[in-house]
């Protein structure tokens, strides 16, 4: 399994402070059965917005651990996106789309405004992945509907099936799983305390979907959809 969303480089962004820290966050990640994490610390955040060469320095120091490349989640600040030159886009398609991983600036972003940001991305030469869009609060034929106009991915938080049976942000995910929305699972880790929710969320997955196979917890899907 390929872990495509943490923050758990130190002293980068809300992740952890001290490389301790880190390092016990990827010791039970493995025991988890993951075999590769690749960090997305935040960029243009209203906080954090890291230097590549500053990112690729946490990295070296964690000594050759299953961390050994990252990308960014960006902030959807689509002008600063497109002025880069350094995109650290996790693959780039066949017919030249870079794939990023984007957020939004808040959980009551409109459905218009997603609409217009994959558009103008698609435009740009890019196909988002948008991360843990349960946050987002729309409905699944939304999302559905995005993805028959453009191009574009899916994430959810595994931790996110940790929560109570009645959540309703575990019900939707649980809907996106079943209705083929999701692309990929992350576990958008920040600290070690919840080690415990990535856990908990993939032995619900495990109990529930197990047929729905490992590319859920792979990059394999940035290939094969596009």
Same mark, same amino acid.
């Given at each position: 399994?390929? @872990?495509?969303?943490?923050?758990?480089?130190?002293?980068?962004? @809300?992740?952890?402070?001290?490389?301790?820290?880190?390092?016990?966050?990827?010791?039970?990640?493995?025991?988890?059965?993951?075999?590769?994490?690749?960090?997305?610390?935040?960029?243009?955040? =209203?906080?954090?917005?890291?230097?590549?060469?500053?990112?690729?320095?946490?990295?070296?120091?964690?000594?050759? =651990?299953?961390?050994?490349? +990252?990308?960014?989640?960006?902030?959807?600040?689509?002008?600063?996106?497109?002025?880069?030159?350094?995109?650290?886009?996790?693959?780039?398609?066949?017919?030249?789309?870079?794939?990023?991983?984007?957020?939004?600036?808040?959980?009551?972003?409109?459905?218009?405004?997603?609409?217009?940001? *994959? +558009?103008?991305?698609?435009?740009?030469? +890019?196909?988002?992945?948008?991360?843990?869009?349960?946050?987002?609060?729309?409905? @699944?034929?939304?999302?559905?509907?995005?993805?028959?106009?453009?191009?574009?991915? +899916?994430?959810?938080?595994?931790?996110?099936?940790?929560?109570?049976?009645?959540?309703?942000?575990?019900?939707?995910?649980?809907?996106?799983?079943?209705?083929?929305?999701?692309?990929?699972?992350?576990? @958008?880790?920040?600290?070690? =305390?919840?080690?415990?929710? *990535?856990?908990?969320?993939?032995?619900?997955?495990?109990?529930?979907?197990?047929?729905?196979?490992?590319?859920?917890? #792979?990059?394999?899907?940035?290939?094969?959809? #596009?």
């Amino acid at each position: 399994m390929i @872990d495509l969303h943490s923050h758990l480089l130190p002293g980068l962004d @809300d992740g952890p402070e001290e490389v301790s820290e880190t390092l016990e966050i990827i010791k039970e990640m493995s025991s988890f059965g993951y075999i590769e994490i690749i960090p997305t610390p935040h960029k243009f955040h =209203t906080l954090f917005n890291p230097d590549p060469n500053i990112v690729m320095g946490r990295i070296s120091a964690l000594n050759k =651990t299953m961390v050994r490349r +990252f990308s960014f989640e960006y902030m959807c600040n689509i002008p600063r996106i497109k002025e880069l030159t350094d995109h650290r886009e996790f693959s780039r398609t066949s017919d030249g789309y870079k794939v990023i991983m984007v957020e939004f600036h808040s959980p009551l972003v409109s459905k218009k405004e997603i609409d217009s940001s *994959v +558009f103008s991305l698609n435009a740009g030469g +890019f196909i988002p992945l948008l991360a843990h869009i349960e946050r987002y609060l729309k409905d @699944d034929e939304f999302w559905l509907e995005l993805r028959k106009k453009y191009k574009v991915f +899916f994430q959810s938080s595994v931790r996110t099936l940790a929560k109570a049976s009645f959540h309703p942000k575990k019900k939707q995910v649980i809907r996106f799983l079943e209705k083929g929305i999701i692309d990929n699972l992350g576990t @958008d880790l920040h600290r070690a =305390t919840q080690l415990e929710q *990535v856990e908990k969320g993939l032995t619900f997955f495990r109990n529930n979907f197990s047929g729905l196979g490992k590319d859920l917890f #792979s990059d394999k899907f940035l290939f094969e959809n #596009s």
